[in-house]
């Protein structure tokens, strides 16, 4: 579960947001929409933990992670958090298979490649396993960064303008596939976009 209260956002000469208060429970979808310069990023951003609020809190779980230092935050949302971006970002040396690897490793969970396999085939992407991320389809990327995201089974999928680039049956396929996931593995999936084509496909939303 996660839920804010009061947050708000001062860039140092620069813009303030004060964002509203919600919640979003395991196994809930929230849509977050806003035009440019509505604060999207920014909200990502704290609720993933990237930047620290100016003010209120961010509550995930138990844990107020607004509260947290910088390390140990860090390591929160290497156990805790999920995120998925609009472009997925792959260390391109790599193969599929240790991309997926490395997220675990770095959180300090333990993984086997037999399990990496297992969420790269719930996917339909396990054949991919050990090409590298420059030789897959864009939407064969989003695949792998869907699995990646759920790999480590976090309580919060955080996923970043993940349609907006894709045509219309593309994001209604990784639509159905994150929705899907989210269900299986009973976590928080929060998309933030401003991609107005998911308006109609979530019945929690929020407008910034």
Do not use: W
């Amino acid at each position: 579960m996660i839920a804010t209260q009061g947050l708000r956002f001062q860039y140092p000469q620069g813009p303030s947001f004060i964002f509203p208060d919600f919640s979003c429970a395991a196994g809930e979808h929230l849509l977050i929409l806003g035009e440019s310069g509505r604060g999207k990023t920014t909200l990502l951003h704290l609720l993933a933990g990237l930047i620290k609020p100016t003010g209120g809190e961010i509550r995930i779980n138990d844990t107020d992670t607004s509260k947290l230092n910088n390390a140990a935050l860090d390591r929160f949302r290497g156990q805790h958090i999920g995120i998925i971006f609009q472009t997925a970002h792959f260390v391109e040396s790599l193969s599929v298979m240790d991309n997926l690897m490395l997220s675990p490793f770095l959180s300090g969970k333990n993984a086997t490649k037999e399990t990496a396999l297992a969420a790269l085939n719930r996917l339909n992407i396990g054949h991919k396993a050990f090409e590298k991320p420059r030789n897959l389809s864009v939407g064969e990327q989003q695949r792998v960064a869907i699995a990646r995201a759920m790999f480590h089974q976090p309580a919060v999928i955080l996923a970043d303008e993940p349609t907006s680039a894709l045509d219309d049956h593309n994001a209604h396929e990784v639509l159905s596939m994150l929705e899907e996931q989210a269900k299986l593995s009973g976590v928080a999936l929060i998309i933030v976009t401003h991609d107005k084509r998911l308006k109609d496909h979530f019945s929690k939303q929020i407008t910034l």
